[in-house]
């Protein structure tokens, strides 16, 4: 019996490791807060992006190469830090230290849920096209980061987040829409210096992004949400 002991008790210790290495559960899919299920459907809103054989494709990776020769030092950081911050604070940087979430709950509120349509959009598009990362298909490409899913560079998710909240801020604050909406399209363009999508996935992702703003601007409790931010906002005198 005591030459059982060990054996039991090493059995005890990997049936413990096992549990404790047990993988999390699955978190649940995102989902919509303010769309009903066919609002928003990427094969009625975005045409089906060109084969990766297509003369159309081996010219957009032909541009990433003449992007990749031609970036400077500073604009490829730049790129890399677009990369990395996929939320309003990249778009909203141009507006300063006044424009801080921390000081707005509401406004946090609305970005927040914003950015959750967003994503919850993107990646229902993304999983209908299938398309393949540039750099998947050509090797040479110099990329900020190959981390990427294989089949999912149309539309950019970026370029998505980006004018969507460019579209919602320029709203809110009228009179900077302007720069707003030059660094929407700015931070696209780091999609293509960072050589992870293609020209036409950034403009797919404006498409999108500004789509999804127009339906969402139809539903009452976007606008409830909306309306919270500005009033917000113009008791700070940033909004008018």
Do not use: W
Request: proline letters at 8%; charged letters at 25%.
């Amino acid at each position: 019996m005591r030459r059982c002991l060990p054996i039991l008790a090493a059995l005890v210790l990997i049936g413990g490791a096992a549990h404790a290495q047990a993988p999390a559960p699955a978190k649940a899919p995102a989902v919509s807060k303010f769309l009903a299920a066919g609002d928003l459907e990427p094969a009625q809103i975005l045409p089906p992006p060109p084969r990766d054989d297509t003369p159309a494709a081996v010219e957009g990776r032909a541009e990433l190469h003449r992007i990749a020769a031609t970036r400077t030092p500073e604009r490829l950081e730049q790129a890399r830090h677009d990369d990395e911050v996929e939320d309003v604070r990249s778009i909203a940087d141009v507006l300063g230290p006044a424009f801080s979430l921390e000081r707005f709950p509401a406004t946090a509120t609305l970005f927040d849920d914003l950015r959750n349509e967003d994503s919850v959009a993107a990646k229902k598009a993304k999983s209908y096209f299938e398309r393949e990362r540039p750099f998947l298909n050509d090797k040479a490409l110099d990329v900020c980061d190959d981390g990427h899913d294989r089949k999912n560079s149309y539309p950019s998710g970026h370029a998505t987040m980006g004018y969507a909240a460019a579209a919602v801020l320029a709203n809110l604050i009228p009179g900077n829409a302007q720069i707003i909406l030059a660094r929407a399209s700015d931070y696209a363009e780091s999609r293509l210096y960072c050589g992870v999508h293609y020209r036409g996935d950034i403009e797919a992702g404006h498409v999108l992004g500004n789509v999804l703003v127009q339906k969402l601007m139809t539903k009452p409790a976007f606008q409830a949400e909306l309306d919270a931010a500005r009033a917000e906002l113009t008791a700070a005198h940033i909004a008018p």
